[in-house]
């Protein structure tokens, strides 16, 4: 490993993915996209941390199904989320019963869980590979932020967590399946711990641009690639602030970044749905990539893509305590062809 | 991966380890093969949540040396700890700049960070690899039950959160080293989440001791072995009361556990430091892995270990909200021969 890239197995595939999804995000640009809207924010369950790992659960079930198989038959599970603990995803889908690795990598932990599986599946060690991750607006806000019942009013650099999961099915097998072209999973740049001292809460753009643009500048030099081979370059949680800050970093080395965008600027209709610099949460990143992302990636619009979410790494204790807060990104190149 | 279990490249080593403790540790009956004992519970820093990522960068800087490398040389970093959002390992290991995966599993993260970085050597993803973990009695203690200064007390069954951390060096090169006998990672078995409805996080050895009876019955299954085929079986975090229900469930099922211990019985005098069950944390297997085991596998005194390290998967929310503690287990196989 030099520089954190990651070069694969060449035949990792994407075999079935899918998205579950609350009422906002169904409500947003996207939403005729994703597998499943549930717009009761509970899921019907006694709290919002319950509903977070109902739509781990929900997502999962829905990826193994597509994928023609059983939830056995999906060999492990990485799974990770934004809760204390891991919470959501230990009650979420922890209870599918399978070999269980929790990850944390905050708003990158879609992408943390896509690279660790691979190598898994590269080292021969595993079949397939179950990826899933999660987020939930009532369970971050009240958890990083103040409770929901106290109305406080949001800054306008402040991100709404989605409420969402994704969930992958990766495979290393010949597959038989209806769909010949699934995406590849080909390379990924691991990231760093990167913190510029940014301490507001409500301004995680700013504090995860530079990991970012630290870990896109490595993976392109790691490929010899420049922005441009790429059909898409999407960021998970940067939003339109944080996206303006790694365009403003990019073009102080002198490159511009083409073809970028953000999960965060996708999912929402910024003015109409007033979530200020947009969404965030590492179910925005993962319900965006399985909705909108991999078909595009499967029907040929796209070719080749790198997706990178971005992970802001505080805790309540770490805020209240007045540090600053680090970021980090993966990226994940991911390919479609013949 | 069948029942979870991977078989590893036979050329993984631990090529150095090292640990790093509080007051209490040192005090203990191990205290004296502990490379650093760290007498001020702050680590000279503001906060403990900062001292126990001073614990990871400590244990991390002497492994790296005990290697001969230079930080840079460890390749990356899977680091874990039992703070919300993984904290201590973010402002710890996390600082060294290195490649970094944050992986959560309670308190068998240091476990599932050897197994997650053995399958990247495995992968030939990397050459080298460091795991890293902690934990810290007074920020678990404030986290999980009560603050500190309420001067609770504690109920018979609690376990002591050891102030702690381990670092391993994971190589798959043909290293040049003085020790001719380096330990090697042979296979694993991943865990799974077992959840019998304990809800008391005062009594965690009975909430996790189910996870264990699942995954070392299952090791023993995929390798054809039987208990006394190891020279130690040693759980992480049972104590002395779940230690005692793991060898009860085996013996129900006609097993006797040979061999047994646990990093949580050793580390402190039972009666003499008043720690009722016996130590607990991420810390507490990961600096008895470093200092107690691995040591007795490289003079011959072991010549195969089963290190099953568990992880109790609860959160200040989930037990707030009283749902029961999920709990998993790693196993890790560990041999050192000519």
């Known amino acids: ?17 899918a998205s ?13 996209l994703f597998d499943h809207i549930i717009a009761d924010s509970f899921c019907g369950k006694a709290s919002w941390e319950q509903a977070e790992s109902c739509l781990q659960q929900t997502a999962f079930e829905a990826a193994v199904k597509k994928a023609g198989l059983r939830p056995g038959e999906a060999g492990c599970i990485f799974a990770g989320d934004l809760l204390a603990n891991s919470a959501g995803s230990v009650y979420g889908a922890g209870e599918a019963g399978l070999p269980f690795f929790g990850v944390y990598g905050a708003c990158s932990t879609a992408a943390e869980t896509i690279i660790l599986a691979s190598a898994l599946l590269t080292g021969g060690l595993a079949e397939r590979c179950a990826c ?14 103040t409770p929901l019942e106290y109305g406080g009013q949001r800054a306008p650099t402040a991100q709404w967590t989605s409420t969402a999961a ?9 597959e038989k399946t209806q769909n010949a072209r699934l995406p590849r999973v080909v390379c990924a740049t691991a990231g760093r711990i990167i913190d510029k001292g940014v301490t507001d809460t409500s301004n995680m753009g700013a504090a995860m641009a530079p990991a970012a643009f630290d870990t896109i500048s490595r993976h392109l030099v790691s490929r010899g690639a420049s922005p441009s081979d790429y059909d898409l370059i999407a960021t998970g949680d940067l939003g339109f602030i944080g996206g303006e800050i790694l365009l403003g970093l990019f073009a102080e080395h002198g490159v511009s970044l083409a073809n970028y965008t953000d999960c965060g600027r996708l999912i929402y ?5 007033d979530v200020h610099s947009g969404g965030s949460g590492c179910g925005c990143s993962a319900s965006v990539l399985s909705a909108y992302i991999l078909p595009k990636l499967i029907s040929g619009e796209y070719r080749r893509v790198l997706f ?7 805790s309540v204790t770490t805020s209240q305590q007045k540090q600053s807060i680090p970021g980090i990104c993966y990226a994940v190149e991911i390919e479609c062809g013949e």
């Not at 999804?21 to 939403?31: F, N």
């Not at 209709?269 to 749905?273: N, S």
């Not at 990178?308 to 505080?314: E, I, L, N, S, V």
């Open 1 to 17: 490993m030099k520089n954190g890239f990651i070069n694969l197995n060449s035949n990792i595939r994407i075999l079935a993915s």
């Open 20 to 32: 579950a999804v609350g009422k906002k995000e169904g409500e947003g640009p996207l939403g005729s």
């Open 132 to 145: 899933v991750t999660s987020s939930h607006f009532c369970t971050a806000e009240r958890q990083f932020r």
């Open 166 to 174: 994704g969930a992958f099915i990766l495979s290393a097998r010949a």
């Open 269 to 273: 209709d910024r003015v109409g749905q």
């Open 308 to 314: 990178c979410p971005t992970g802001a790494m505080m």
